[in-house]
């Protein structure tokens, strides 16, 4: 069985830094492929950042060069981690990772992902 269970969200003013912590446990992990996700008020929730398999990482063009997906190893659970920094108002949401297995395709997708996590809030004010 899958658990996924975010933490690490809060409210920070513009240009400020968040960490987001994603613990997961469940069968092959080491088979899995990650996402973060994010979904603000009255849009479609949106891929942030992923990582493969294979550890290859791709972001979206909006945060390219302001967050980071890493992800720790360990024997019964791994984390997944994201690094906000100069954080924008635009990138209030809730935040969610993600996890499967298998085909990976088109990668940020919300649709490539079966296992989601409750969700953690960012916000940020100016």
């Known amino acids: 069985q899958v658990q996924l269970v975010e933490s690490g969200g809060g409210s920070v003013q513009v240009g400020g830094s968040l960490r987001l912590s994603c613990a997961a446990s469940g069968p092959w992990r080491s088979q899995w492929f990650w996402g973060w996700f994010r979904q603000a008020p009255g849009k479609e929730r949106e891929g942030v950042a992923d990582?493969?398999?294979?550890?290859?990482?791709?972001?979206a063009d909006a945060v390219k060069g302001r967050f980071t997906i890493s992800r720790d190893r360990g024997v019964d659970m791994d984390t997944l981690y994201l690094e906000m920094t100069n954080l924008k108002p635009e990138d209030a949401a809730m935040y969610y990772c993600?996890?499967?297995?298998?085909?990976?395709?088109?990668?940020?997708?919300?649709?490539?992902?079966?296992?989601w996590g409750q969700g953690t809030q960012v916000t940020v004010s100016s």
């Open positions: 993600a996890v499967d297995w298998g085909t990976y395709e088109p990668r940020l997708s919300v649709d490539a992902f079966r296992y």
């Open positions: 990582m493969t398999t294979t550890g290859n990482t791709m972001y």
